[in-house]
């Protein structure tokens, strides 16, 4: 279904295959050749393995972010700059769309302020 994947934790679950600390490699799974239940299983747990690093990793750079503005956390909200990033994103995955795409982003938004507030 997919490459080899290396766990960067030495788990047997599946996991990105980080080479280095600064590089995320993540096989995409092609939902057309999933033909079992665990296969399906399997192949969203990969996903949402690789989906996990890079929340965490955003996160992180959202919280540096609102260090350097000159308002930060939700008083320092930019609803424009965040409809920016779902437009850009709708782009990548217009399956989606920017309506689901826009409650999606506020979630990680709101998340990713709120881990800044209360590390
Ligand atoms: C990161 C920023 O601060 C807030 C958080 C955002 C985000 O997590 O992407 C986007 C806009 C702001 O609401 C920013 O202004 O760029």
Known sequence: MHDQVIDPAGHDAPGP????????RVPLPSPAE?????????AIDGLDAALA??????????????????????AGRDPGREREIVAAMA?????????????????????????AESP
């Open 53 to 74: 690093v890079l929340l965490e990793r955003r996160a992180a750079v959202a919280a540096v972010v609102q260090r350097l503005k000159p308002v930060g956390g939700f």
């Open 91 to 115: 782009e990548r995955a217009p399956s989606l769309g920017p309506e689901r795409l826009a409650r999606i982003m506020a979630a990680v938004i709101e998340a990713g302020l709120d881990a």
């Open 17 to 24: 295959a980080c080479g280095r600390p600064d590089e995320l």
């Open 34 to 42: 999933i033909t079992t239940l665990g296969a399906a299983r399997a």
